[in-house]
């Protein structure tokens, strides 16, 4: 087994390849320790396949997977994790956003015993509205796990062995690694690094994109958005009841003129209906959330490792 892992995601990144596969073997040179750099093509048509095979060519330590078409970043990174023989695993993107000279300081917090390292992004280079939806997920994320990481899209990360074997051993499609990983860290930590514009090329995430790489994460998270149907039925059919016994008061004190003929009655009442069709729905969504939970059949856990009585055969 070699000490590190940096798995690298690569989809259209022509312009970024040649400094990130420079800055990146120089990085992990410098570390002195045995390493691996993984480069998962997620089927690119710009000339970035020819670039990294002519790279593994020339650099043993360099190994790339080519996958037939685009899958998306994260099934990319889960392509790298199930080829990786590190003992800690870096993932790390291709864009040059997240400086590869981080690289060691995630090292030093792995070397520790730490099954998870987070970073959280200093003075981020993005756009106003990835910034403002990226910290509305990271909220409803750190709600959601009860792991609270303060930024869940940045995927400069570390991970151990076990936690990588960990999820490598479950078999659902959409997952969002991040979460993933954290559902099965003993331990974790979050360390600043640093953030920088791209320079060469286009972000890979659309809108659409985006939107459905925030419902990968919602979902392979928890129930917890079901639940949230219960949840909002319980306040509506409360503020229909709120509702109705003030139309009560209030017509006792005005007389029926006021009461617009029980229209607003009707309201109130129709309000107490709607909320007990969500808690209806919330409940199906429970019984869902249980079904979504055996069929995608993660490990139930994980063991580090065992200590004490030699088998004796
Ligand atoms: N990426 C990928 N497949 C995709 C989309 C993106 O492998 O379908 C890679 C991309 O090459 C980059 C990383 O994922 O290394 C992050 O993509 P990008 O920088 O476009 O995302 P952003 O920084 O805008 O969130
Ligand atoms: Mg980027």
Redesign the pocket.
């Known amino acids: 087994m070699i000490a590190l892992s940096v798995v690298?995601?690569?989809?259209?990144?022509k312009e970024n390849l040649p400094e990130l596969i420079d800055r990146t073997l120089a990085t992990c040179r410098g570390s002195m320790r045995e390493f691996e750099i993984i480069f998962?093509d997620?089927g690119s048509k710009d000339g970035s396949r020819e670039i990294l095979r002519e790279a593994s060519v020339l650099n043993p330590e360099i190994k790339v997977v080519m996958l037939n078409r685009?899958y998306?970043?994260h099934a990319?990174v889960f392509a790298g994790l199930e080829e990786s023989a590190g003992d800690a695993v870096v993932t790390l993107?291709?864009?040059l956003?997240n400086p590869p000279e981080e690289i060691p300081r995630l090292l030093d917090e792995l070397d520790k015993g730490i099954d998870v390292v987070g970073t959280v992004r200093q003075n981020r280079q993005?756009t106003f509205f990835r910034r403002a939806a990226s910290s509305l997920v990271n909220s409803v994320a750190a709600r959601a796990t009860g792991v609270s990481m303060r930024d869940y899209?940045c995927?400069l990360r570390g991970y151990s062995r076990m936690v990588v074997n960990a999820m490598i051993g479950c078999d659902e499609h959409s997952t969002f690694i991040p979460v993933l990983a954290n559902s099965f860290a003993g331990s974790t930590i979050e360390i600043p690094v640093k953030h920088s514009a791209?320079t060469g090329g286009d972000?890979?995430?659309g809108l659409f994109k985006l939107i459905s790489l925030q419902f990968d994460m919602l979902t392979s998270m928890s129930t917890f958005p079901l639940r949230m149907l219960s949840l909002m039925g319980g306040v509506i059919s409360m503020l229909g009841i709120g509702f109705g016994v003030l139309l009560a008061v209030l017509r006792l004190a005005y007389g029926p003129i006021w009461a617009a003929n029980g229209i607003f009655t009707l309201f109130a009442v129709l309000f107490v209906f709607i909320g007990a069709q969500f808690i209806g729905l919330g409940l199906l969504g429970e019984y869902i959330g249980r079904i979504y939970h055996d069929v995608r059949g993660r490990p139930r856990f994980f063991v580090k490792e065992i200590c004490g009585r030699p088998k004796n055969i």
């Open positions: 690298i995601p690569v989809y259209n990144e998962v997620d685009n998306g970043q990319a993107d291709a864009d956003q993005d899209g995927m791209r972000s890979k995430y």
